[in-house]
């Protein structure tokens, strides 16, 4: 069923006004993750209104709890130059500007475009809300369903998709993908997807499609089991991380990603540590099948070409190198203890001084004490979220955990000159939230173009 758009949004404001008044699951302290809460028929209906946009072009779908951001940037990348494709790609959370979401050739949305798709949308929306009152969409929802129609619209080639929340019920999960990824399963959102890595693992494993073959990251014995015997059910072919392909390091940050199909040498990464050149690996395999899919054999040159030209702000940036000051969303104790790798291979055992904020229903505890390996002296603040942690209460925690001094600044501005203070010339790390990462940034980002916006 296609309906035609009616009661179009006549300003952008109006259109996110509109948006925002939707239920938002990343703004609230507590989630109820259920089919009611996270209703993926609910998404269904609102592209079947539109005519099926998620079908006008293939699809890479990716889950996972770390690495899964960096994995389909890069995905995306090499697709790029792999055919000269035009790529859309679809991620979450932004870091900066809600727009960054939904990109084609990585350029944002534009305003009059999101105007449009949220637009079309709406039709589709009071289409489905007549249905009942509890049918009507999350903002996540709404959001994922602009993204597709906007990759119609703008006649990608294909598309990048990242999942928002677990993955068997998140809105993504309308897609039909012509291969999916699962990176790197560990302990996140613990109260919603559940306390084991097997239930985590189930989650994310939902978005294995009959038949689609599946590439994993490196995995605990216990998410990978789960992950075979979901694609085994579904008989879906499985590529795991040192075993149908794997990375070969080399000299001088070089490396290479040997595939089912290829060896790709002379790698090398504009981001930090040993984990982006596994997420690389990952991607090159993703793009690789997704390639072949598409009648294209993956060159070298190629994705050569897309990963040393990335550029992922907030992933273990280098935002500057004197002072060095370093922007790493590390929001769990897994991207936590990644961060910690890829500081000791930049900086070897220097000491850092660390801008640090994280929301309460986050493992603060794991992730202090896996930053604790690296810091001189932490700067705790807050986030702009109901649910943030306050800087007094994470002063304590880290207290009790790391002994080296802890300030506490509720003010992030204010965090953020206090920390560069400390630091001098030594290295300043700014981690904790993608909340905290994409503020500070954009007030170093003022700073540097010399809007007058400093810390």
């Known amino acids: 069923m296609h309906i035609l758009t009616q009661g179009g949004f006549s300003t952008l404001d109006e259109a996110l006004k509109w948006l925002y008044s939707a239920t938002n699951y990343e703004q609230k302290a507590q989630i109820r993750y259920n089919t009611r809460t996270f209703n993926l028929e609910r998404t269904q209906r609102m592209l079947q209104m539109l005519g099926y946009p998620h079908t006008a072009y293939p699809t890479v779908h990716i889950a ?43 350029a944002p949305i534009g305003d009059e475009a999101l105007r449009a798709c949220l637009s079309r949308v709406r039709s589709a929306v009071e289409a489905v809300t007549a249905i009942g009152p509890e049918w009507k969409p999350t903002f996540f929802e709404l959001f994922t369903v602009a993204a597709f129609a906007h990759f119609a619209a703008s006649k990608v080639d294909t598309a990048v998709i990242e999942v928002g929340l677990g993955g068997r019920l998140d809105a993504t999960n309308a897609v039909r993908p012509v291969v999916t990824g699962i990176t790197p399963i560990s302990y996140d959102h613990t109260g919603v997807l559940g306390e ?22 490196v995995q605990e014995a216990e998410a990978l089991s789960v992950i075979e015997e979901t694609a085994r059910k579904r008989g ?132 202090i004490e896996a930053l604790a390996d690296v810091a001189s002296e932490f700067v705790v603040t807050t986030i702009d979220s109901p649910r943030s942690s306050t800087a007094e209460e994470l002063a304590e925690a880290v207290s009790a955990k790391v002994d080296v001094p802890v300030s506490a600044v509720a003010d992030r501005k204010e965090a953020l000159a206090l920390g560069r203070q400390l630091a001098g010339d030594g290295i300043l790390v700014i981690t904790g939230s993608f909340y905290l990462a994409g503020e500070l ?9 010399g809007a007058g916006d400093t810390a």
């Not at 900066?96 to 990109?103: C, D, G, L, T, Y």
């Not at 940034?441 to 173009?449: P, T």
Request: glycine content about 10%; charged content about 25%; some cysteine.
């Open 441 to 449: 940034r954009e007030v170093l980002l003022r700073e540097r173009d």
């Open 236 to 367: 879906a072919r499985v590529v795991r991380f040192g075993r149908e392909y794997r990375l070969a390091e080399g000299a001088g940050g070089e490396f290479a990603v040997v595939t089912p199909e290829g060896r790709y040498e002379g790698l090398r990464l504009t981001l930090l540590g040993p984990r982006q050149r596994e997420n690389a690996a990952m991607a090159v395999t993703l793009a690789e099948i997704a390639s072949a899919k598409m009648g294209v054999i993956l060159s070298e040159e190629a994705v050569r070409r897309a990963l040393g030209g990335l550029v992922w702000p907030g992933r273990a940036e280098i935002w500057s190198e004197k002072p060095p000051i370093v922007i790493d969303a590390a929001h769990n104790a897994a991207s936590a203890r990644a961060l910690v790798a890829a500081l000791k291979e930049k900086f070897g055992d220097e000491k850092c001084v660390l801008v640090f904020a994280i929301a309460q229903h986050k493992d603060s505890q794991g992730v």
């Open 196 to 217: 084991t890595l097997t239930a985590i693992a189930t989650e994310k494993a939902g978005i294995i499609k009959e038949g689609v073959p599946v590439v994993t990251g």
């Open 64 to 106: 996972g709890t770390k690495g899964k951001g960096s994995t389909s940037a890069m995905t995306a990348a090499i697709l790029h130059e792999a055919g000269g494709w035009k790529v859309g790609l679809y991620t979450s959370p932004h870091l900066m500007k809600m727009e960054e979401r939904i990109a084609v050739d990585f």
